[in-house]
């Protein structure tokens, strides 16, 4: 139940300073990254809150990319849809939806006018396609539609091929959840769903094959040219029991997904399932992709592209709290990249130590690829909902990781009045230090964005934070930072589930 209130909860309940793993910071000029050439450009205010992670495309024309963000607040329900400009951060439009938007945006062109038009889904049944030059609705879910009596959340979704033969790409999502009930309520199936990129027609919908909810943006998944494109999804939550399956496009538009296949099993008795999406890279060298995925019960498991079959798996309770840790759950998607001088990405996790909604601590860890063993971890007294990123930040060809953690002052008698604030950290794997670049008001829980923003040949970063979730009214801040290092040949995970939120890792 990604929900405000749940996050609110999260925040006081769980983020303070402090931090009790090892990380070195000894002085090696190969290690080192120009932090205090990092320049910020622009940052602006606006309404409401933010968790949606920012998702750029040249809107305007100018040949800088602009960034879409999806806004809003739960109780009251408001929302919105807004395009800031890229070069100097002024809004360029605005839509309001009237329910939160939290999902990431995707970009095609759907009137066929040659411009990218935008597609972003949130809270109470939202989803709209607007025209990216214009801000004007194309068209907006039909959520009376006869398909279902009862229709839910919108999550990042993928454009496919072209379904229903008008020359628009079509829209495969999933739809579940349901913030309105109690954590251990019995609630209804999500559904995974194809709908027209030109009207939002609905082409195929079917229920989840174990009748359970949903929250995990599908992935497609075309493990190598001579294997079947497949659709991977999750089921479960916080307290439902869920896997990560596979379906075929077929199956979806004929409304059943009985035969699909169970790829990682929910462990007998432990109520928790898949929030977080999996990420696909090649892990065994054998030109096929495999999945990485992080399950909310703890479980970190890389499976073969081949035959599903598992290569390794990691268990953070094994390791958190010295092996004694009873609970670790995730949100975040895994990131990927070369943290080792081997061939073979390796994987950064993140992972909250304790059972929603009450949890002591933060676990989090880098797993060498080809072996599935712990490179190095770390527990802080912070949390993070956020997403990690990886790239080459110092040309030394190791990726760094860009993280941010959240933070509360705590005094003996508990939480102070919480004046929140959150950290955008650098981990360097040259020497396992971690480097602070800002310490920021609010909480931020969407990933960040670095991409070369303005073709200069230079990297930017975009980052956004929120105030307090619980509080009646809310604002929005996004920054610009200007890197000003040289854009590497190749960003292995730039963004939200990769740099083409499509899950895929770029590889060397």
């Not at 329900?77 to 329910?99: F, H, M, P, R, Y």
């Not at 559904?191 to 599908?218: C, H, K, Q, R």
């Not at 997904?257 to 099993?265: D, K, Q, R």
């Not at 930040?393 to 933070?407: F, K, T």
């Amino acid at each position: 139940m990604l929900v405000n209130k749940i996050l609110s909860t999260l925040i006081i309940l769980s983020l303070f300073a402090g931090c009790f793993g090892e990380s070195t910071s000894e002085d090696n000029n190969n290690c080192l990254i120009p932090t205090n050439e990092f320049e910020n450009i622009w940052e602006i205010t606006g309404e409401y809150n933010t968790f949606s992670s920012p998702h750029a495309a040249d809107l305007n024309g100018d040949n800088i990319l602009d960034i879409v963000i999806g806004t809003g607040m739960e109780i009251p329900a408001k929302g919105s849809i807004v395009a800031i400009d890229g070069n100097d951060g002024n809004i360029l439009w605005n839509i309001e939806t009237g329910q939160e938007m939290f999902s990431s945006a995707q970009f095609k062109d759907l009137d066929n006018d040659g411009e990218l038009d935008v597609l972003l889904g949130g809270r109470g049944h939202q989803l709209k396609a607007i025209d990216g030059q214009s801000g004007d609705l194309i068209w907006s879910f039909d959520s009376n539609s006869s398909e279902r009596e009862n229709w839910y959340q919108f999550y990042t979704g993928q454009f496919i091929n072209d379904i229903d033969n008008d020359g628009v790409f079509d829209w495969l999502t999933s739809n579940g959840g349901d913030p309105t009930k109690a954590p251990n309520q019995e609630r209804e199936n999500g559904y995974i769903m194809i709908l027209s990129g030109a009207s939002g027609e609905i082409l195929g919908v079917a229920n989840t094959p174990d009748n359970m909810e949903t929250y995990m943006s599908p992935v497609v998944y075309n493990p190598h040219p001579s294997m079947e494109t497949q659709i991977l999804f999750g089921t479960g939550g916080e307290t439902w029991q869920g896997s990560l399956w596979s379906t075929s496009i077929d199956a979806i538009l004929n409304g059943d997904l009985s035969n699909a296949t169970e790829i990682v099993s929910p462990i007998n008795n432990i109520e928790k399932g898949l929030i977080s999406t999996p990420i696909i890279l090649d892990l065994t060298n054998d030109e096929v992709l495999d999945i990485v995925v992080t399950m909310f019960d703890g479980r970190t498991i890389a499976i073969n592209g081949n035959d599903f079959s598992k290569i390794w798996e990691v268990d953070a309770k094994e390791y958190a709290e010295n092996g004694a840790a009873e609970n670790t759950e995730t949100w975040a998607t895994p990131a990927a990249g070369y943290f080792s001088e081997d061939s073979t990405p390796d994987i950064f996790v993140h992972y909250t130590i304790g059972e929603w909604p009450q949890y002591t601590s933060f676990w989090t860890a880098q797993i060498d690829g080809a072996t599935g063993t712990i490179s190095w971890m770390e527990e802080t007294k912070h949390i993070s909902a956020a997403s990690p990123l990886a790239l080459d930040l110092n040309g030394d060809n190791l990726d760094e990781v860009i993280m941010i953690r959240g933070m509360v002052e705590f005094n003996e008698n508990g939480p102070t009045t919480p004046e929140l604030s959150h950290e955008v950290l650098i981990w360097n794997p040259c020497d396992n230090s971690n480097s602070l670049i800002f310490n920021r008001a609010g909480i931020s829980i969407a990933s960040p964005l670095i991409t070369d923003l303005d073709n200069d040949g230079d990297l930017e970063m975009i980052t956004t934070s929120s105030s307090s979730f619980d509080s009646p009214t809310g604002t929005w801040k996004m920054y610009r930072t200007d890197l000003n290092i040289p854009s590497p040949t190749s960003i292995t995970w730039g963004a939200y589930m990769g740099n083409n939120y499509d899950g895929i890792v770029n590889t060397r």
